[in-house]
């Protein structure tokens, strides 16, 4: 099995990556590449700093990052991928389904075949040639 195919598996989970400088990145893993850059969305930094004798873990939301893939120590799943909750399906009334139809008399022509009413529309051809022309020969 390939580095590639192995990465196939993690998309879509929530992902801690441990960096080089002892950071940890908790987040959704969207994508990676050839140099195992990797693309995190929601993502948080946790990071520990020592003030005196005691040690405090310090929480920053970044949202979507690009982590590049020499600064990776470690990869592990902190969650499966998030599933929506499945919708009801509709049940089938008791209805029967039957086309629409326009109620009225029957045997009428559809009203968009209908030809123009009689002054409705272009008008005459006289009025359509300039002034002074006569008509063209047929």
Request: net charge positive; with cysteine; charged share 20%.
């Amino acid at each position: 099995m390939s580095q590639k195919s192995k990465f196939f598996q993690w998309i879509d989970y929530r992902v801690r990556i441990t960096l080089g400088d002892g950071r940890m990145l908790v987040g959704t893993f969207l994508a990676f590449d050839k140099h195992l850059n990797v693309i995190l969305s929601e993502c948080e930094e946790y990071r520990i700093r020592k003030q005196g004798i005691h040690e405090i873990e310090t929480k920053r939301t970044l949202g979507m990052i690009i982590v590049r893939g020499d600064n990776i120590i470690s990869l592990s799943a902190e969650a499966p991928p998030h599933q929506p909750p499945k919708k009801q399906e509709l049940q089938p009334g008791p209805g029967k389904a039957q086309p629409i139809t326009r109620q009225g008399v029957t045997g009428a022509p559809n009203i968009g075949l209908i030809s123009q009413p009689k002054g409705m529309g272009l008008p005459g051809q006289q009025t359509m040639m300039p002034a002074g022309m006569n008509m063209p020969p047929m």
